[in-house]
């Protein structure tokens, strides 16, 4: 089937459900980051393959919206179909809600599966066609034109951590959690984002790329725990654990009658922006409950780690920091032998280096190995075959993780790998400034992620150079690796609390020219208390020496220097006792004091 | 009358009155900051004469509540007498509201001046009254008692400034504030705060100690601007200027009664935390008027200042610059020559080279000459006869300012008058740091108070000393020497635009130690577009030389020496046209580049 064909099927199936069209969102029924394929529909109707995208579908035509990162590939992919390319947030194109009510009126019916659409996402699009008269309606036609070509759900084998892992079992965690409930106010929760489902119940499998989550809720009441989990993907000896932890075990799919046939009175506490529209509808439906907008309690919960998991993410951290000696090690001598070298090499390079160390499972996001200007786009992702060699000059940024048995880590180091320019130095140290007024940051306990990531951005804004994200995510313990609540980030309104981890990933991206960022893990640290009250401060996760040789040193400060210098003791001491003499050798040069 | 027989009196009058007690509270019917003697009742009734405070008056007892300031004043003011002194804000002290629950029941009453009370303040009283079921009513029972001892009301000539002076005659500002009041879905304003009268309607007078202002109201509607002044105080000449730009004038007393009297239906904008329950309670009185809550829009106007008041504070600050350097040339020449000099001479060797200045008027509030250990009471006031030696060793603090023809100034250095301890020098060192780093910020035009004051926090907090203050608050031009709504400050949510004055005041307050603070006003300048955004940042308007002496330069970024040797460049260059060749020659040492 064309795309314009596809179209054609969507169009037909809304006549036949006597409906005007239909829209399609990039989501799963989870509010997923990273999307199993199975609900990557809207890519394969439209022929689209980035992210972030919207599709709309009426009698009169179609339109697809992508995000700045992708308005030129969106361009490419959609021409010589019928459907309109949108660049989201650009001068005079209209958003999705103006589209909805410039295209249906009064009377009209879009659908949408809302069983793949937040419930605040379907609210406002309902609005936005309720003003003009029409209207919004939760129905699956997806599926049923998908049959055939559409992947199946990920089944993989599920697996339990222990309490070594994690530091809590499933019954202390529920504990926890009912207690957030009564502080809220509410009798239950519908848990719906895998990597809270996963938390709470120290659940993981492989059913999404990079993330070792399985696909499942929990619904969650003052004495009652109940996962649903599609059949036969626990063994025995887990679903006991589970058992003798108070959970419940029910069919993947039994979710909405569940929810149907609950006679107790309940209060549920529903986070609307990531709580699918069909699950919302249902908890709305059973007169039994109330439905209490508000944070799921585990975003919170979760964002902070324990003492075991803060154990467990250091040996994490110092496998990973061995991994990435050896691979510099192995990229020094390519370039130093002249060995061709392309983007796409790096990733292999790194996966061997990696998968040497013990407890490695995969990747924890699509390694990004961007050479000079192709660093300077933020989501650049080398593909075999159209990525680019790497020169024997300016820089090389590498932006990877790993998930392990201990934990999952992201790291970003730009390269020098030959002759720079000034500009190439002076962006680098400025970035370098930034990256170190955050890791040596101290500050009172009342600080948000927006306040200090004006901190952060100081050096660069003295230069007027901004980066268009935030500073730093949290990251998750064998989960995804960009979670919240916590963020470095604009407008952030989270308060900084011991046991948060961070990342504190600066740079500068000039377009067609270079692109630099310098990443480190951060954990949020107890200072102590004195007449001023008490004091945060990070530490860092991560083990890897930073570059020095690009640093324009007099434009440090002398605590800047400090920082360095002893970042890279900490380094050295850290991994020595894991490396091999001539590692070790290499590894004190790399970490060697600079100062004047 | 002894302070046990006014407070009976008091008991006497809500009895009379069919009440159940009295509450007293620090303020004027126009929330101003510091208050006319005339509005200083609670003074007069309880002997304690600090700011900032609440008394109570019950059949059962008296208390009074002071701030952490004025706790030990408060406990010597009040001994001896019926009234209990509580440290508002201590463990186990109840808070106001706590007091008048336990205090009345079901039934009673409790009395108070409407007219000399914020409505929101009145309301909250109110409130926590109604709990256990008794109410607050206003009523003045204070004047009658107080009536032949009582100050008059100030009633000083009043003036005009000039369209040179301010940029905009009262039309042009009436324009203004009715275009925000059309924003705000109202159709017209009951102007209450004197700063706000004045910068409206271009009126001064010097009602208020250090702030030329004149006690008076406003009610602007979309086509009325009523000026509420006592009789006479307005010459002929002035009172037709403001009646050509459209102003009408009424008695000062006349206000209630206008109010009550408006029959043409009208949305009142009313900002209930300044404006006082009386007022308040007669525009909801009246059906014609809706009144709906919300900020003085007057307040965000006059924060801004316009390219003439820019103008003008620029000649203010040179004079103002001229002052200071003669007034340090004397204070060293005192010391050199071993004169005895105590703290309260400092004020009056200021005042002596202000009063040479053209267009002085007074001082903009009392000035803080602190040595040594006095510094580090923020609050401090050196009392002849009750204030200290200056030893010719440690630090002098002086925080002061002037009101003249063209602006208002705020100015603290911290002087070295002899040998410094090493904790001397790094408390100043890194004052001098946070001072700096918040005057060369440079940010995108996104960023609030909040944000920057973390900027200006970070070279203290690192080594984990705070000032328990903002870093900086606004200044008003021929006003109020604290003016919002921007401020440096944490939580502080207004965003910075150009045009904005700001204090930059970071300090070292080390109790018994020594106290340290390093204050210029600085303007939020425009610092022009690029592909990331607006930047903006900040000017210096002070011109007076910084001490560089107490400064351990090592400890300073390039950066920061770099500035301070540019701010010392400019001193130079903007005073040496007005100095003698003596005072020139002394300008230029004290202006030196530092390096290393």
């Known amino acids: 089937m064309t795309t314009n064909e596809k179209i054609a099927a969507l169009r037909a199936a809304a006549k036949a459900a006597g409906a005007d069209g239909v829209m399609l969102v990039t989501s799963d029924p989870h509010s997923s980051e990273y999307l199993p394929e199975h609900y990557c529909s809207l890519n394969w109707f439209s022929g689209f393959t980035g992210e972030n995208s919207t599709l709309i579908v009426t009698a009169a035509g179609s339109a697809l919206w992508s995000d700045g990162r992708f308005y030129i590939q969106a361009d490419r992919q959609l021409a010589g179909t019928e459907i309109e390319s949108m660049h989201a947030g650009a001068a005079g194109v209209p958003t999705v809600e103006q589209y909805l009510k410039d295209h249906l009126k009064a009377g009209q019916t879009m659908l949408t599966d809302g069983g793949c659409m937040p419930a605040a996402l379907f609210e406002r699009y309902g609005a936005a066609l309720a003003e003009v008269g029409a209207a919004l309606r939760s129905r699956d036609v997806v599926s049923p034109l998908w049959a055939d070509a559409r992947p199946a759900l990920p089944d993989t084998p599920c697996f339990l951590l222990s309490r070594e892992q994690t530091g809590a079992n499933a019954d202390e965690k529920l504990a926890a959690v009912r207690a957030e409930l009564k502080k809220a106010g509410a009798t239950a929760l519908a848990v719906t984002q895998l990597d809270c489902v996963g938390w709470l119940l120290n659940l993981r499998a492989h059913d999404l790329p990079c993330t070792p989550l399985a696909i499942a809720y929990a619904f969650v009441t003052m004495d009652r725990c109940v996962l649903f989990l599609a059949d036969g993907r626990l063994d025995p000896d887990d679903a006991t654990v589970l058992k003798n932890n108070g959970v419940e075990l029910r069919g993947y799919g039994e979710l909405l009658d569940f929810v149907a046939a609950l006679d107790c009175d309940e209060t549920v506490l529903v986070e609307k922006d990531s709580t699918n529209y069909d699950l919302y509808a249902a908890l709305q439906a059973n007169p039994h409950l109330t439905v209490k907008s508000g944070a799921d309690p585990i975003t919170a919960l979760k ?75 933020m989501h650049y992702t080398a593909r075999p075959g159209a990525d680019s060699a790497i020169e024997p000059h300016g820089f090389l940024l590498v932006d990877c993780g ?49 306040a200090l990531d004006s901190f952060a951005r100081g050096p660069l804004w003295q230069h007027q150079i901004n980066y268009r994200c935030g500073t730093g995510h949290g990251v998750g313990f064998m989960g995804n690796v960009h979670e919240g609540p916590q963020s470095l980030r604009p407008r952030n309104e989270i308060v900084f609390v011991p046991g948060m981890t961070i990342t504190d990933e600066p740079g500068v991206y000039e377009t067609d020219e270079v692109g630099i960022r310098i990443e480190n893990e951060l954990v949020c640290v107890d200072r102590g208390e004195n007449q001023y009250g008490r004091w945060l401060g990070f530490e860092p996760m991560t083990y890897v020496p930073i570059a020095v040789e690009p640093v324009l040193a007099d434009e440090l400060s002398r605590a800047q220097i400090d920082w360095i210098n002893g970042y890279h003791k900490l380094v050295y001491d850290t991994l020595a006792p894991r490396l091999t003499e001539e590692e070790r050798a290499w590894l004190a040069q790399k970490t060697a004091p600079i100062g004047r």
Chains 1, 2 share one sequence.
Request: proline share 4%; glycine share 8%; aromatic share 10%.
């Open 402 to 450: 790993g998930q392990y048995d201990c934990g999952t880590t992201d790291i970003t180091r730009t390269y020098p790998v030959g002759p720079l320019t000034d500009n190439e130095r002076r962006y680098y140290t400025w970035t370098l400034q930034c990256h170190i007024d955050i890791a040596r940051a101290q500050w009172l306990d009342y600080c948000t992620g927006f």
């Open 303 to 377: 964002g902070v780690k324990n003492e075991v998991e803060l154990a467990n993410l250091k040996e994490c951290h110092i496998r990973d920091g061995v991994a990435m000696v050896r691979f510099q090690m192995d990229l020094e001598q390519a370039l130093a032998e002249g060995r061709p070298l392309r983007e796409a090499d790096i990733d292999t390079m790194l996966h061997r280096r990696r998968a040497e160390q013990p407890g490695f499972d995969e990747e924890s996001f699509t390694t990004i190995a961007a050479y000079g200007p192709n660093a300077a786009m």
